[in-house]
């Protein structure tokens, strides 16, 4: 019972991010932001004190712009019609997003700009990273990558149903992962038995039909993949 009540209030977490995805514009432009960021950064060569401050600033915007969209429900709730208050109430959650995204392109700006005026100056090298490091920005994109796919079609749960499978997208990362930092056949057979068990899971509870399974399991296995190849 304790399981089934945090699952569920998961799947209700996640389906306010959905939501926030599905009809804010500028929520799904910060997810993607918040990709390229990480990307770039990690093709930089950013250091790790670095790298967690990108990453924090980031998840501050994301923070920000969706309790502002929280606000604007509240109030479109509360007073429906033309009111002055609600009006100064909508501007000022707008303004304070407004605060956090210029201060966060600041603190962006002050890391990233050493390392491009590197890469312009000597030319791009992208720089390798330990397996961990690069299963655990995969799995994050990954998400990213089903939190807006979802949200496009606005289908399902986040952890129940629409395309494509959330489940089999991050099983699926994790073998590539597994198969990558191990080396060894066994264990990447072991990986890739539990993660085909659970995308069979999703089929058998009839979470997802067969192609969202299928897309979730090419999404996970070829963005983990893709990224293994250049940075490993």
Not at 34 to 53: H, P, T, Y
Not at 154 to 172: E, I, N, Q, T, V
Not at 182 to 196: C, G, K, P, Q, R
Request: no cysteine; hydrophobic share 55%; aromatic share 8%.
């Amino acid at each position: 019972m304790p399981l089934r009540k945090w699952v569920k209030s998961a799947n209700n977490a996640i389906e306010g991010v959905l939501h926030a995805a599905r009809t804010q514009r500028h929520v799904r432009f910060h997810f993607v932001a918040a990709s390229a960021v990480l990307v770039l950064s990690f093709v930089l060569g950013v250091n790790r004190e670095e790298f967690i401050m990108l990453s924090l600033v980031a998840v501050v915007v994301l923070l920000a712009e969706m309790l502002n969209s929280a606000i604007e429900v509240t109030v479109d709730m509360i007073s429906p019609h033309r009111n002055e208050k609600a009006r100064v109430a909508k501007d000022t959650a707008a303004g304070a997003v407004l605060i956090t995204a210029f201060g966060a392109s600041i603190i962006g700006y002050t890391i990233l700009t050493p390392y491009i005026k590197r890469a312009f100056s000597e030319g791009i090298r992208i720089t390798k990273h330990s397996g961990e490091d690069i299963a655990v920005i995969a799995l994050i994109i990954v998400l990213i990558l089903v939190v807006i796919t979802k949200a496009h079609f606005g289908k399902g749960h986040p952890l129940r149903g629409g395309m494509p499978s959330g489940h089999a997208a991050l099983s699926f990362s994790v073998w590539v992962s597994a198969t990558y930092i191990s080396e060894n056949y066994i264990i990447s057979i072991l990986t890739f038995i539990t993660a085909v068990a659970i995308a069979q899971s999703r089929l058998a509870v009839k979470a997802h039909n067969a192609w969202e399974v299928v897309l979730g399991a090419m999404t996970g296995s070829l963005v983990t993949f893709v990224l293994f190849e250049i940075f490993y």
